[in-house]
């Protein structure tokens, strides 16, 4: 094995408590397996009742302390940790890929993202602590601030492991709370060794847990005071509920099925190539993917043959090698998204390219970037997130019908529209059911801003000043520094302010 293997190996079966990875308790565990080589890369732990248990304790006893710290203190030190991440990011590139499976570059811009959200929120938390209102009454101070929740539960997908984790956690460390991560089953060792960077923070600040079925403890725990969720619906959907019923803050961000415009205006070569990376990033594994196409009738042949082209072109293979798109992350991934593109053509869509495994890949979880045509509006691949790489394209004879259909879904998350009419822009702008827009710029993000959908694409918003303000409380405060009689309300009311009939 190389050094890096070697890295992964050496975090088997541990857990992150108060600064220190410990060998876990748990009698069972589960393999990382490798995505591009099917080779068992290591083993997590299955931690214990008591060991998690005790990381909630810790958080729970760390935060008393974290709260205390000034503002600029907890931005001193996550730009302390950022800049380890930036000396470890060759590093923890590799081992994502290895244990993920995405190319070697997106596991780097990955890393890069996180550095860039650490600096930014680090910063964002010291802007605004509270507000001063103007008083009500003559010579008080009424005003606000901003506490920490407490502890935050961070469960974590497996598609952007390190990023999803950064954006949840920094938001809330930089708020003065505590933070437990549980990540995705597949990607548990990168996310244990991607902790080891935030050693600068006090111990226990941040602390992991691994396990397939320790989530629920977590969400239901008294001793935890807000969820950050993302994956599917229906687990997103109990977090809610239990959170519901504890009236506790969560987060759920929970899947999303964008659509994705071309207008006769919009440049051919940048709408292809920009719906290419949107529906074949990451082997399409992204929740803001464009997994429903609608092209005008107008361009609609010259951007299928353009884009599948384009798919065709791209080179699969190990992240570790020269390669534009590796595996998807399981075997069961690779399965649903197979049989979602064989019903595709069941139902009468016809595949231009893909829709196959690429030859000479025997071992690894690879498929073939795949662009459909002839589907319809309702057919089932574009009822549900498919998590894949394939573009299914609808033709349309207008705005309105291509508008109509994006509507047309349970979900809301992202949405995109090429083209280059003003009207048509700002119309899609006005009406897309979506929490984000993108205009000519498909899958951008900015820490600044709020990322979150609607529908059942999830509730709250991460990154920005929505994504601090979720992990902290509001405490309104009104002060008389003179302690002075406020008899204009106090007892005992004037016999003129008595019902008519009650007057003296």
């Not at 876990?24 to 083993?43: K, L, M, R």
């Not at 800049?83 to 590799?94: M, W």
């Not at 053509?345 to 690879?366: H, N």
Request: net charge negative; proline share 5%; with cysteine.
């Amino acid at each position: 094995m190389s050094a890096s293997a070697d890295e992964l190996h050496e975090l088997r079966r541990k857990y992150l408590v108060r600064g220190e990875f410990r060998a876990s308790n748990a009698t069972t565990w589960y393999e990382s397996i490798g995505p591009a080589t099917e080779e068992v890369i290591g083993h997590a732990a299955d931690c214990t009742p008591d060991e998690i248990a005790e990381v909630v304790r810790v958080a729970n006893e760390v935060q008393k302390e974290w709260k205390k710290t000034s503002t600029l203190e907890r931005a001193e030190t996550l730009h302390e940790v950022a800049r380890e991440i930036r000396a470890r990011q060759h590093e923890t590139a590799e081992l994502q890929t290895r244990e993920m499976g995405k190319p070697y570059k997106e596991s780097h811009d990955e890393v890069d993202w996180c550095i860039s959200a650490i600096d930014y929120l680090a910063e964002a938390a010291r802007h605004e602590y509270g507000v001063i209102h103007g008083p009500t009454v003559r010579g008080n101070m009424q005003y606000t601030i901003k506490e920490p929740i407490g502890v935050l539960v961070v469960i974590n997908t497996y598609n952007y492991p390190l990023l999803l984790a950064t954006w949840e956690a920094a938001s809330a460390i930089a708020t003065g709370n505590t933070v437990i991560i549980k990540p995705s089953q597949l990607t548990s060792l990168v996310t244990l060794k991607y902790l080891e960077a935030f050693s600068a923070l006090p111990a226990g600040v941040i602390q992991c847990v691994t396990g397939r079925r320790i989530a629920g403890g977590l969400v239901a725990s008294p001793d935890t005071h807000g969820v950050a969720f993302t994956g599917g619906i229906e687990v997103g959907q109990k977090v809610a509920k239990a959170c519901g019923e504890m009236l506790k803050p969560c987060l759920v961000e929970a899947s999303g099925n964008d659509p994705f415009i071309v207008m006769p205006s919009a440049p051919m070569d940048v709408a292809v190539q920009g719906l290419a990376f949107a529906a074949f990033t990451n082997c399409g594994q992204v929740c803001t993917s464009a997994e429903r196409v609608y092209v005008h009738e107008d361009v609609h042949d010259e951007l299928v043959e353009r884009l599948a082209e384009v798919a065709r072109s791209l080179r699969i293979g190990n992240g570790l090698e020269a390669v534009d798109m590796g595996p998807m992350c399981s075997v069961e991934d690779r399965n649903h998204y197979e049989a979602a593109v064989a019903r595709a053509i069941e139902q009468g869509a016809t595949a231009v390219c893909g829709a196959r495994r690429p030859a000479g890949l025997e071992r690894g979880f690879f498929v073939q970037p795949t662009v459909l045509t002839d589907v319809k509006p309702d057919d089932d691949l574009l009822q549900d997130e498919i998590f894949g790489p394939v573009a299914p394209i609808v033709k349309v004879k207008s705005l309105d019908e291509a508008l109509e259909y994006s509507n047309r879904s349970r979900y809301g998350l992202g949405a995109n529209i090429h083209t280059m009419d003003l009207a048509e822009a700002f119309r899609a702008i006005d009406e897309f059911e979506a929490g984000m827009v993108w205009v000519n710029a498909p899958l951008l993000d900015n820490d600044a801003g709020p990322f979150g959908g609607r529908k059942l694409s999830g509730m709250g918003r991460e990154l920005g000043a929505e994504g601090l303000d979720l992990w902290r409380h509001t405490k309104l405060v009104f002060i008389d520094p003179s302690a002075s009689a406020h008899d204009f309300w106090w007892f005992p009311y004037k016999d003129e302010e008595a019902h008519p009939n009650a007057r003296a």
